[in-house]
Structures are given as C-alpha cells and as structure tokens.
C-alpha cells in the first residue's frame, strides 16, 4: 500500500523547512510553502547554491507564524502578508514576478546575518507566475519554487540511495514537500494521475538535482554526496534526477497517513514531453 508519510513545507525559500501533519493544497503549491524569499539589492532571488550560510537559519511553526532563528537569535514572521510596502518587481530564475517587501526591520534582520544588503519579500497568492508550458496549462501557476508547485519523494528512492552511500542521508537533504511509503524505489518516476486521499495530483516530469543537495544542511558546508553517487545511476540527459515534480488538480486537505492510489502512468505518446524536449524548449 502507498501511504503519505510526510508533508514538508519551506516558507522562506532556501531555508529551513516545516513538517506539517496536514496541509492545505492551493493552486501554487502547499499553504506558505515558498512564499517569501531573500532577494539581493537587484531584486534578485538568494539561494543557498551561491549563499550556503542560509542553510543555518532554522524555521518552526507557531500558531500565528514562522518563528526563523539564527545563532540564538529568533524573529517571528507572520502568517498573514500585509503589504506595508509599494509592489515591485522581482527576479527567480527566468521569471520576473511582483512581490513587497514584508518590512524593512525584517530585511534588515537578514541583512545582519548574512553580512549583506537583501530584502525579505512576500509573493501574494493573487499573484500568477506561470508554470512552464511544455508541463502544465495556461494558469498553472507556481509559488516561489525553482519551476513547480510540489515535489515528492517516496523512502524506497532514499533508501535506495542509502544503500550505495558511505554515509546515509536524511530525506531533508532534499527538500521534497511529500513523502510516501510502499512501492519501488523511483515508483513516483512513472506515475502520471493519482491521489493522496480526496485530493487529485499529477506527476510532471524528474527532479533534475542540483549543487543544494550536497550542502549539508546542519553545518551549511558543501561536499560531492549524494549527486556523486547519484550521478553513477541517475543521470540522463546530463541531468542528475532524484523526485517527482507534481502540480495540483484541486484545493483540498491532505493527511500524513492517507493513502495514495495511481490512476494513470506516464507513457510516450501521452503529451507529456521528455527531458530533453523540456530542457530544450527552455533553454
């Protein structure tokens, strides 16, 4: 039986994640997952692939916000995004989206510990940022996730990656906002249509990995693991892949414990494109 074990949201993108037992599914992704985000003094995105110090800030969940904490220190952001500041445009990765500024004590709180001018801005839920055409519909859109709303992960993939690991890793490591139990490992590559309880989800395409996944998210330091070995097994396209991106096809709840059913799975001559042809429209 397929069974979600985990629900992992990261409000501020780069930082610490927050498991939930349960979470609200909207059309960009999980309730306050990446809905906030540093930016530098151009306006754009901070990641922990060029800041790996981001990796220190710790994040915990109150009943009215996202208690962040760094060095003993903490501040508490709150859940709802008052816009205290004029819009303006930001840059992640390809896409130039309107965001505010959450206030200038938090931005100059982030400023302090990163030794460096940034901004902590909030991307309101009214505010579209399309998802890349080649996988989704026009509408479809995105938090402030690298590319798609929901990325899952099941343990077999992990513990399967364990295995060929000197030294085994967390699922953290990866930062997925679902995990599941039961199946194969890499299942979640092949499933196309399916639900996690009531709630109807499908699978896009591979998570193609990154630098992030080799920073250690407890020291903030960087090594070759996991994509050195994943890249013995993993790689295709010059991509190294681990997860399943996934969008959302209704706004409903979902449960750490509900059951998760398969109705469809990828095959050629489905529509969905293949790496490359993603890759490659892009570029």
Not at 178 to 207: H, M
Not at 217 to 222: A, D, I, M, R, Y
Request: charged content about 25%; overall charge neutral.
């Amino acid at each position: 039986m397929l069974t979600l074990t985990g629900i992992r949201i990261y409000p501020v993108k780069s930082l610490a994640g927050v498991s939930q037992v349960k979470a609200r599914v909207l059309p960009k992704g999980l309730e306050n997952d990446r809905r906030w985000m540093l930016v530098d003094e151009n306006g754009v995105f901070m990641t922990q692939r060029v800041h790996t110090k981001m990796a220190l800030f710790g994040v915990d969940e109150t009943p009215g916000g996202f208690v962040i904490t760094h060095q003993g220190e903490s501040i508490t952001l709150p859940f709802d995004q008052r816009k205290s500041a004029e819009p303006f445009g930001v840059q992640i990765w390809d896409d130039r989206v309107i965001a505010h500024e959450v206030s200038e004590e938090y931005s100059a709180w982030f400023s302090g510990k990163l030794d460096l001018r940034c901004k902590l801005v909030a991307f309101p839920e009214e505010n579209p940022r399309q998802v890349e055409i080649p996988f989704a519909s026009p509408g479809d859109n995105v938090s402030l996730a690298d590319a798609f709303p929901l990325m899952m992960i099941g343990e077999a993939s992990l513990h399967d990656l364990n295995l060929r690991l000197a030294e085994p890793m967390t699922m953290t490591r990866f930062r997925p906002n679902l995990i599941f139990s039961g199946g194969a490992p890499f299942e979640e590559d092949t499933w196309k249509d399916f639900s996690i309880g009531e709630q109807l989800f499908r699978g896009v395409k591979r998570c193609a990995r990154c630098v992030l996944t080799t920073i250690n998210p407890e020291t903030g330091e960087k090594g070759a693991e996991p994509l050195k070995t994943l890249a013995t097994y993993r790689r295709q396209n010059n991509k190294i892949y681990f997860g399943q991106n996934v969008l959302a096809r209704k706004a409903r709840e979902i449960r750490v414990g509900d059951t998760i059913e398969v109705q469809s799975y990828q095959q050629s001559g489905t529509g969905i494109k293949s790496d490359a042809q993603y890759d490659s429209a892009i570029s």
